[in-house]
């Protein structure tokens, strides 16, 4: 293993962290309703425990696991349930959510612990307990934390890769999460090793962090192998295929996992959750979220509990200014804009921003004139100004043995795109149709 | 209250292809300056008439605001730039209006033409108007007397040109066997198109472009390369009979071409690779059409021809995916 500190291409968007940087994270008040979709992670919704009329406490299981690719979902406020219904979703569609009216005057009081204490767990009883506390990755994708941790038998795993990038901009949750918590984050690295038995930790920051870095190092215990390497600030350094390149040199192969290469990568945030849940006895019921952009009052890094809406969440950080056109759900380059102040805050929900009419871009489009900056950009080497025109003519069969599977729909491309042309939108469709071309065909053809 | 719901990415670099096209536009002001230096305002003339030929027919059957975008008044600029100074005016209005309609309009317009517009135009011209084309009066003289024709009523038969021409430094050297001092190739000081004379305020038009990555240096680059090395075997082969790798380069349109036309975006390959293979072939072709073809000058035919092939480079060219030993 080689660290190269970097990868090859992708861009440097500005990085507006500077409003929320600085802020220790702070909690928010109690919102008086939660609402907690059933599907918060990746792989299969949770099933609801409860009905409408139930009274459920902080840290209640909710919802329960349906099969291994799936965790429960929790009571993150002590209240009644409301209902359990459609609700508008993350990532814009309405889904499945259990509404809690959260008691007022409640103390939330502390619990006996519902998380069993580490010390003296086998690794595979620490794997079964993080699935039961419902912890999923905290970096976006939301992918179920206790399968990554559990790699099947016949890969060797060398190292954990830790994931401390954060190369979204605006975004300052995983930098203060290192900075405020480090020895929790260290405890949850301990954790993850443990499970996955491995001797080596490599700790990736991007270099625009130095604060985080040096508590990071100086929360260093002397008896565990965490190597922290500061890397190159450039988007998506925190994509995991970018993260393992420039941490150990070597490319996940196309369509394989980092399992393949001998890593398995968490992000920062989830490796902190994994060692709260066991610390403080509670399941996965709030994490920490960003709020930014010009079009919010009061930035903030707020400790929220999941489902909060994000009406409340605003109202908790000054409200929004008078110019705020656009709300996003995660950082800029990736988020999915929402249109709905009654959506709840995830489990994923990595920040909200709010962008005024003057970040917010609305550009008029131009055909390509091929300049080729999106070659430049994209991390995986893909030629998007092909992909991008065959697209264009639905001619998606073309776009396959293009590796279109590799895009990562990281937004490079749209990013540095002079013609304005959507290009990842583009690409989410075209994945969304092929997708759908797939599931229908088999049907059809004769058996 | 509603807001606004769009598709990532929610930043964008702040580029835009109009700002791209003005930028080059911007660049090519110094040239024109030059040309203007050289040549008097008969220079400005020759470059009005001819951004005015290709504007013209954008207006017309263009998209909506095609003008705004810059790209036709660069290929105006550009072809003016490529003519003898003394060049009837509607001769260069002529040629911008049929390097837009045949070299782009018809393709759909911005962004689908395979040829660089301002070089069809040129062809063109060259096809309809030898002489006139060919005609090069010489630098210097009284700086606001016309070096030509200009003001030619259109397709009436010429007037006998009273100015004194001169032939270029390809044109002594390929017919007479005479060189010119590589200080005078450089400064411009010689004979030759409004735009090809000035080879370094060119140069330095075109760094600013490549720093603010408008220009992809790797063809320019290339172009030089190659040109050098075939002339320079050549030149080692038999000094008598083939000028020196700095001549070819310095002398005629290889500077205008390389840094200016050939790194037309949208007719130069989109890879990296391709670029190199691009700007390879044009140095070759520029050095076999100079030194065995009937032409002084090759620099026209060598793009063009490149330009064709384009599609060809992108294809082998690809870059290797992420993660795997194949290109895309």
């Known amino acids: 293993m080689r660290a190269l500190l970097r990868f090859r291409h992708g861009v440097h968007p500005p990085e507006r962290k500077e409003r929320t940087a600085a802020l220790e994270t702070r909690r928010m008040p109690y919102p008086p309703e ?59 569609s309405y889904d499945q959510a259990i509404r809690i009216a959260v008691e007022p005057w409640s103390a939330q009081a502390a619990r006996p612990r519902l998380v069993p204490e580490w010390r003296g767990l086998s690794p595979r009883e620490i794997v079964a307990a993080v699935q039961e506390a419902g912890v999923v990755g905290l970096g976006g994708a939301a992918f179920p934390t206790h399968v990554k941790l559990s790699p099947p038998k016949d890969k060797r795993i060398e190292a954990l890769v830790v994931n401390g990038c954060e190369c979204e901009p605006y975004l300052t949750t995983d930098h203060r999460t290192m900075a405020d918590f480090p020895d929790r984050v260290l405890l949850g690295v301990r954790l993850m090793m443990k499970c996955l038995g491995v001797p080596k930790a490599l700790f990736g920051i991007e270099r625009n962090k130095p604060d985080a870095i040096e508590a990071i190092r100086r929360a260093l215990p002397g008896d565990i192998d965490v190597e922290v390497l500061p890397l190159t600030v450039k988007y998506p350094q925190g994509a995991e295929k970018m993260l393992i390149q420039a941490l150990t040199g070597r490319e996940v192969p196309s369509g394989k996992l980092p399992l393949d290469v001998g890593v398995v990568v968490q992000n920062v945030a989830s490796v902190a959750t994994i060692a709260e849940v066991f610390e403080t006895g509670l399941p996965l019921v709030e994490r920490i979220v960003t709020v930014s952009g010009n079009g919010v009052r009061k930035p903030a890094n707020l400790i929220v509990p999941v489902g909060t809406k994000l009406r409340d969440l605003l ?133 | 209250m509603s807001y606004v719901v769009t598709a990532s990415p929610h930043l964008h670099s702040g580029d835009s292809t109009p700002r791209i096209m003005w930028n080059v536009v911007l660049s090519l002001v110094p040239v024109v300056a030059a040309a203007a230096w050289f040549f008097g305002p008969t220079a400005l003339l020759v470059v009005l008439a001819s951004v005015a030929g290709a504007l013209l027919p954008e207006r017309i059957w263009g998209r909506r605001s095609a003008t705004r975008d810059g790209s036709a008044a660069i290929t105006g600029i550009l072809l003016a730039l ?19 309609i045949f070299g782009k309009l018809v393709f759909g317009g911005l962004g689908q033409n395979v040829f660089n517009p301002a070089l069809l135009g040129r062809a063109f011209l060259q096809a309809a108007f030898p002489v006139a084309i060919t005609t090069w009066p010489v630098a210097g003289g009284p700086w606001w007397g016309l070096r030509g024709d200009t003001f030619a009523i259109p397709f009436a038969s010429p007037q006998p040109l009273d100015t004194v021409t001169a032939a270029t430094p390809l044109g002594l050297m390929k017919f007479e066997h005479k060189g010119t001092p590589l200080w005078d190739l450089m400064l411009g000081t010689t004979g030759g198109s409004l735009g090809e004379t000035a080879a370094l305020v060119i140069l330095l038009c075109g760094g600013y472009l490549a720093l603010r990555n408008y220009l992809n240096w790797r063809i320019p680059a290339s172009i030089f390369l190659s040109v050098a090395i075939f002339s320079g075997v050549l030149h080692l082969l ?91």
């Open chain 2, 238 to 328: 038999d000094a008598s009979r083939y000028p020196g790798p700095l001549f070819m380069i310095f002398s005629g349109g290889v500077v205008l071409g390389a840094v200016f036309m050939a790194t037309d975006m949208v007719t130069s390959p989109v890879t990296h690779g391709g670029c190199y293979v691009f700007g390879a072939g044009i140095g070759l072709l520029v050095v076999a059409i100079r030194v065995w073809g009937g032409l002084a000058e090759g620099v026209m035919y060598a793009i063009l021809l490149m330009n064709a092939v384009v599609p060809s480079i992108n294809r082998i060219t690809q870059p290797r995916v992420f993660g795997t030993r194949e290109a895309a």
């Open chain 1, 315 to 447: 109202d908790a950080c000054g409200g929004l200014s008078d110019d705020a056109s656009e709300i996003v759900s995660g950082g800029p380059m990736m988020g999915v804009s929402q249109r709905d102040l009654e959506t709840p805050v995830s489990k994923g929900t990595t920040g909200i921003l709010v962008l005024t009419e003057a970040e917010a871009q609305r550009n008029r489009t131009y055909p390509c004139i091929r300049c080729g900056h999106c070659l430049d950009a994209c991390p995986v080497f893909l030629n998007p100004q092909l992909l991008g025109s065959l697209a264009l003519k639905a001619r998606y069969g073309e776009m396959e043995p293009l590796h279109l599977r590799d895009c990562m729909l990281c937004g490079c491309c749209s990013y540095v795109c002079p013609s304005h042309i959507p290009l990842s939108q583009i690409f989410a469709a075209a994945k969304t149709a092929i997708r759908k071309a797939k599931t229908t065909e088999p049907a059809k053809a004769p058996a």
């Open chain 2, 82 to 100: 490529t003519l003898p100074p003394g060049i009837p005016l509607w001769m260069a209005f002529l040629g911008g209006a049929f390097g837009i």
């Open chain 1, 34 to 92: 939660v609402v907690l979709p059933l599907r918060q992670h990746a792989g299969k919704p949770a099933i609801p425990l409860v009905k409408a009329g139930d009274r459920v406490e902080r840290g209640d299981k909710i919802a329960a696991a349906d099969g291994y690719v799936s965790v429960p979902i929790h009571a993150s406020a002590t209240g009644t349930v409301a209902a359990v219904g459609l609700w508008p979703h993350p990532d814009g």
